[in-house]
């Protein structure tokens, strides 16, 4: 059988948790590729709310297995806190035992986190808009060979090799920020977190995935961030420090490129960003405010406001052909239900020429977007069945695939997992 992926297709927080909440029925395992604490996907399970951003979206069934792969920067600070909040949920992960994590899965320290925070704050009015979750300091260790696996935590050095790294990490911060940190209070206090991994299965994962496709079985591999903060092809340098791709799910899974299937695209009726970098379409007027308090567009790690603004078809068309995607989902219709009219940027025009796929990004100011406008559709929330949907709605996802040239097979019209409808 094959590994499908969901994945983002804008700059993140498109909905994809509740994708693969939705979806995870149909698989045997739902895998994690890549990123760490850095995206937090908000899920709503039987009226509860919930934020993951370690954990796979999956891990509410226990019937299938939860894979943090090898791609991911893996903060234990933060995966306890979420099997703590999920256990006063009443959902006690460490018991059902459907939780594997890669011992090739890179750890972050908590002086990755004081890294990332220090060298964002110098950066001054330049910040590239960090989580300061320390994931790029992390993967910066990995690249330099220096960094710590999850497996390391077996071996008799464990400890010795994580305090000899937290102490070069705190000569950096001396040297490059002038910052002194209680290293030992540090110390002990991740040494304490560490022993979580304790309680669950530490495996090389990819023989596990591979023998789940060679008897048949189907994974879904979730990815984290979006296709357009991607590492290589995103609006660098505002991006972020992993693959974001479907191409990264083979490299951060170990799944060889021939057993991927469908790559489900998520996209929002509308766009949103954490942080600086160019957005074209972004909203300036008191829409902006509306957007963002009928959406909840705050995030969902930070808590800060994300920027807003319309959909964007030059960079959706842009990361559909990286993605090499095969089916579409659209989140959040409900959102624009308040709205009079909704906007659709088509094309944009770049120096007097028309551009209508992003393929080098450009400045905000340079490119002007032109826009089409749509009716919008009133209250959708309580729709379960297609033939339910408004017209104006249908007319609105009818262009859209007319001009992505993909189907969209489902349309998300509220938060919770049962408000999909399917196409």
Same mark, same amino acid.
């Given at each position: #059988?094959?590994?499908?992926?969901?994945?983002?297709?804008? $700059?993140?927080?498109?909905?994809?948790?509740? =994708?693969?909440?939705?979806?995870?029925?149909?698989?045997?395992?739902?895998?994690?590729?890549?990123?760490?604490?850095?995206?937090?996907?908000?899920?709503? !399970?039987?009226?509860?709310?919930?934020?993951?951003?370690?954990?796979?979206?999956?891990?509410?069934? +226990?019937?299938?297995?939860?894979?943090?792969?090898?791609?991911?920067?893996?903060?234990?600070?933060?995966?306890?806190?979420?099997?703590?909040?999920? &256990?006063?949920?009443?959902?006690?992960?460490?018991? $059902?035992?459907?939780?594997?994590?890669?011992?090739? %899965?890179?750890? /972050?320290?908590?002086?990755?986190?004081?890294?990332?925070?220090?060298?964002?704050?110098?950066?001054?009015?330049?910040?590239?808009?960090?989580?300061?979750?320390?994931?790029?300091?992390?993967?910066?260790?990995?690249?330099?060979?220096?960094?710590?696996?999850?497996?390391?935590?077996?071996?008799?050095?464990? %400890?010795? +090799?994580?305090?000899?790294?937290?102490?070069?990490?705190?000569?950096?911060?001396? /040297?490059? !920020?002038?910052?002194?940190?209680?290293? &030992?209070?540090?110390?002990?206090? !991740?040494?304490?977190?560490?022993? =979580?991994?304790?309680?669950?299965?530490?495996?090389?994962?990819?023989?596990?995935?591979? &023998? =789940?496709?060679?008897?048949?079985?189907?994974?879904?591999?979730?990815?984290?961030? %979006?296709?357009?903060?991607?590492l290589d092809h995103g609006s660098y340098p505002f991006v972020t420090s992993s693959s974001t791709l479907s191409g990264?799910?083979?490299?951060?899974?170990?799944? %060889?490129?021939? +057993?991927?299937?469908?790559?489900?695209?998520?996209?929002?009726?509308?766009? @949103?960003?954490?942080?600086?970098?160019?957005?074209?379409?972004?909203?300036?007027?008191?829409?902006?405010?509306?957007?963002?308090?009928?959406?909840?567009?705050?995030?969902? /790690?930070?808590?800060?406001?994300?920027?807003?603004? $319309?959909?964007?078809?030059?960079?959706?068309?842009?990361?559909? #052909?990286?993605?090499?995607?095969?089916?579409?989902?659209?989140?959040?219709?409900?959102?624009?239900?308040?709205?009079?009219?909704?906007?659709?940027?088509t094309h944009y025009l770049v120096d007097g020429k028309r551009m209508d796929l992003v393929s080098t990004w450009v400045?905000?100011?340079?490119? @002007?977007?032109? !826009?089409?406008?749509?009716?919008? $559709?009133?209250?959708?929330?309580?729709?379960?069945?297609?033939?339910?949907?408004?017209?104006?709605?249908?007319?609105?996802?009818?262009?859209?695939?007319?001009?992505?040239? =993909?189907?969209?097979?489902?349309?998300?019209?509220?938060?919770?997992?049962?408000? #999909?409808?399917?196409?």
């Open positions: #059988m094959k590994a499908d992926v969901v994945l983002g297709l804008q $700059w993140g927080d498109e909905g994809k948790g509740k =994708i693969v909440d939705v979806l995870c029925d149909r698989y045997q395992a739902v895998a994690r590729y890549h990123g760490g604490s850095n995206a937090g996907h908000t899920l709503e !399970f039987n009226g509860q709310k919930v934020v993951l951003s370690v954990l796979p979206s999956g891990i509410f069934n +226990r019937k299938i297995r939860n894979v943090i792969g090898s791609g991911v920067v893996l903060d234990v600070a933060a995966l306890r806190r979420e099997l703590n909040a999920l &256990e006063s949920l009443g959902h006690r992960v460490i018991d $059902w035992q459907n939780l594997l994590i890669s011992k090739k %899965a890179h750890l /972050v320290l908590p002086t990755h986190c004081l890294l990332d925070r220090f060298a964002e704050e110098r950066l001054g009015e330049r910040k590239i808009g960090s989580t300061q979750k320390g994931i790029a300091p992390a993967y910066a260790d990995k690249i330099l060979r220096k960094g710590i696996r999850v497996g390391d935590l077996l071996q008799p050095d464990f %400890a010795l +090799r994580c305090r000899k790294l937290m102490e070069d990490h705190a000569k950096q911060l001396q /040297v490059l !920020f002038s910052e002194e940190i209680d290293l &030992e209070t540090l110390y002990q206090k !991740f040494m304490e977190n560490i022993n =979580i991994l304790r309680q669950f299965t530490l495996i090389d994962t990819e023989p596990v995935l591979q &023998e =789940i496709l060679n008897s048949g079985g189907r994974i879904l591999a979730e990815g984290a961030q %979006a296709t357009l903060l991607d990264g799910a083979c490299v951060g899974l170990g799944i %060889a490129p021939q +057993r991927i299937g469908e790559v489900y695209g998520v996209f929002k009726a509308y766009c @949103t960003r954490v942080g600086n970098g160019p957005f074209p379409t972004e909203i300036k007027n008191g829409d902006t405010k509306k957007l963002r308090e009928l959406g909840n567009e705050f995030g969902a /790690v930070t808590k800060r406001p994300r920027r807003t603004g $319309w959909l964007d078809l030059p960079a959706l068309k842009y990361a559909i #052909m990286l993605n090499g995607v095969t089916k579409l989902i659209i989140t959040k219709v409900d959102v624009l239900s308040a709205m009079e009219t909704v906007q659709v940027c400045d905000s100011d340079k490119a @002007t977007p032109v !826009f089409k406008e749509f009716k919008s $559709w009133g209250n959708v929330n309580g729709i379960r069945e297609k033939s339910q949907l408004p017209v104006t709605l249908i007319d609105y996802v009818t262009f859209l695939e007319k001009e992505l040239g =993909i189907p969209i097979v489902y349309i998300s019209v509220g938060p919770d997992r049962t408000q #999909m409808v399917e196409r």
